[in-house]
């Protein structure tokens, strides 16, 4: 058996409850939760003991929305709309490889874990000829490497320019070849166990990229497989005016007549949402990964998440890919998602607490992972994020949790998966940050010349 006991540090279980301890502990099993309480740790023989005195204890946070083989390309573009972005990047995704990938995935990863990220969703969705396979394999050892749990959404295009979309024709796949490798993703990878560090969702990217053929065999795929579904929704006003003209309706309509306004589904972004699509969203209890930075990066808007909360429907966080905001780290997003719902509704749209929720049992939620991850409960995975909060950035705030989302980013004296160590006092322990750093510059300047070419 292996042993974990986090103790002397105030803990924000996030249950149904809301139950906080000023200083309490945290019990790890066989990297399962066994006990949470305040005050003294019960004696565990044999068992790692962690002083988390100054600290405070969290669920690891989940990423719900990710694209990390744009680690690659962080940079490029960077005043652009949406629909030019695209375009000035389509190109260059197009020259990617597995070694590109692997070193992306990898560094991504590790940083997202060095932010406080213990669950990552990753949608990728551009698969040049011939990498159809590779490209799934080496985001799995990345994942495997860096040691989070891994959401694979195996995204897929086209929708080419030939068909009005936006991707150049060489970069989308043919429909049947796309729904094969996605089903080959998950006879080969998937797994539903409780704890899986692994499970795979079908993901076409989004309306402007995907036909409608597509987007219904995509469904039908996820639920005989019995796998979530993933995609881009209502980000931007030129993707509701690309609905409106094409198929005559704004997004949520239509994705609601291809079978997509159901519980198993998930969309990223969801800034542009009329009540009533709030509403038909938070009656089917489709989820949404919100992503405040990224929004802002690319000026797409303010999402209204108060109102979506208030609608019933699922929230998380996610970070969305590294080109379209540079920072990539989870934790900054939790202030980003308070000051993004006060700036739309003012000071009383949101506190930290909740922002803290969004960013944790939210997202587990979003995933459909919220009886395992998502908040410190006996039961659940040993999932644990202890912010040390001893610093000059956070001396004198007295509620922990305005410290962590309020003030300036915290390290973190220690990051658990599974009960297994990934980060202790800021570092990363399972793979060579610097390393990673090198071999990410170089992938990214073998990209960059290969476009150039």
């Not at 990229?209 to 980000?235: F, I, P, Q």
Request: proline residues 5%; contains cysteine.
């Amino acid at each position: 058996m292996t042993a974990l006991v986090i103790e002397n540090t105030a803990v924000v279980t996030v249950d149904a409850a809301g139950t906080e301890h000023r200083s309490g502990h945290v019990v790890a099993e066989d990297g399962v939760i066994t006990a949470v309480g305040e005050g003294p740790a019960p004696h565990l023989e044999g068992a790692q003991r962690i002083d988390g005195t100054g600290c405070l204890a969290t669920p690891g946070l989940v990423n719900t929305h990710h694209h990390l083989y744009q680690w690659a390309t962080r940079g490029y573009a960077t005043d652009h709309t949406l629909f030019e972005w695209l375009v000035d990047l389509y190109p260059v995704w197009a020259r990617i490889g597995p070694e590109h990938v692997a070193a992306a995935n990898t560094a991504g990863l590790a940083w997202l874990a060095l932010s406080g990220c213990t669950t990552a969703a990753d949608h990728h969705y551009v698969y040049p000829a011939g990498h159809a396979t590779d490209l799934v394999d080496v985001q799995i050892a990345a994942a495997a490497r860096i040691g989070v749990r891994l959401q694979l959404a195996r995204g897929s295009m086209d929708r080419g320019v030939a068909d009005g979309g936006l991707p150049p024709d060489h970069i989308v796949e043919d429909i049947d070849a796309a729904l094969a490798a996605t089903a080959d993703a998950i006879d080969r990878h998937h797994d539903p166990a409780p704890g899986s560090m692994l499970r795979v969702s079908v993901a076409p990217c989004s309306p402007f990229s995907v036909s409608t053929d597509l987007l219904r065999e995509s469904a039908a795929l996820a639920r005989d497989k019995g796998v979530r579904l993933h995609t881009h929704l209502c980000e931007t006003l030129d993707e509701a005016d690309f609905c409106e003209r094409v198929h005559g309706c704004d997004p949520v309509a239509y994705m609601d007549k291809v079978g997509w306004i159901e519980d198993d589904v998930w969309l990223a972004h969801a800034v542009h949402l009329s009540p009533d699509a709030q509403r038909r969203l938070g009656a089917a209890g489709t989820g949404v990964a919100h992503c405040p930075s990224s929004n802002a990066r690319l000026g797409t808007g303010l999402a209204d998440v108060p109102a979506m909360l208030d609608a019933g429907i699922p929230v998380g966080l996610g970070v969305d890919g590294a080109a379209s905001q540079e920072a990539g780290h989870l934790g900054e997003e939790l202030r980003q998602a308070l000051y993004t719902a006060r700036q739309r509704n003012g000071p009383h749209a949101m506190d930290a607490r909740t922002a803290l929720r969004l960013g944790t049992i939210g997202g587990a939620r979003v995933l459909g992972r919220d009886a395992e991850i998502g908040s410190l409960e006996t039961g659940k995975q040993a999932d644990i994020a202890l912010w040390d909060l001893t610093g000059l950035g956070h001396a004198g705030i007295a509620d922990p949790v305005a410290a962590l989302v309020l003030g300036p980013v915290a390290p973190l004296r220690l990051l658990t998966v599974a009960g297994r160590p990934i980060v202790e006092r800021g570092e990363l322990r399972t793979a060579d940050t610097a390393a990673l750093a090198s071999g990410l510059a170089a992938a990214s300047a073998n990209l960059r010349e290969a476009h150039r070419a």
